[in-house]
């Protein structure tokens, strides 16, 4: 079983920058593949980022591209999100997901497996 923590949410102002981390155990990061959504009040969860299980291979939504940048720590077992130039349509929960398969599907939240139970961002303008 895989537990997965979020952490790093916060308050800020639109153009500022915030980094969420995930804590990841039961399992090792490396063997996993990972990934970010989001659901802002009265909206569905969208899809942020993910890599695949390697690591190597990074894909982002649209709205994420140029501003928010995935990235692992294998050593440490956390996955963090880096987000800056946050615009107010950037406040939601952000949950970190995991699942033990690649898929090409990694933009569907009914492909992982595992999730945290979420960190908020609110982004004021």
């Known amino acids: 079983q895989v537990q997965l923590v979020e952490s790093g949410g916060n308050s800020v102002q639109a153009g500022g920058s915030l980094r969420l981390s995930c804590a990841a155990s039961?399992?090792?990061?490396?063997?996993?593949?990972t990934g970010w959504f989001r659901q802002a009040p009265g909206k569905e969860r969208e899809f942020v980022a993910a890599t695949n299980r390697g690591g190597g291979t990074t894909y982002y939504a649209d709205s994420a591209k140029g501003r928010f940048t995935i990235s692992r720590d294998n050593a440490e077992n956390m996955v963090y999100l880096q987000m800056n130039s946050l615009k107010s349509e950037d406040t939601a929960d952000y949950y970190c997901?995991?699942?033990?398969?690649?898929?090409?599907?990694?933009?569907?939240?009914?492909?992982?497996?595992?999730w945290g139970r979420g960190t908020q961002v609110t982004v004021s303008s």
């Open positions: 997901v995991a699942d033990r398969f690649n898929s090409p599907s990694y933009f569907n939240p009914d492909r992982y497996e595992y």
């Open positions: 039961g399992r090792t990061i490396s063997s996993l593949a």
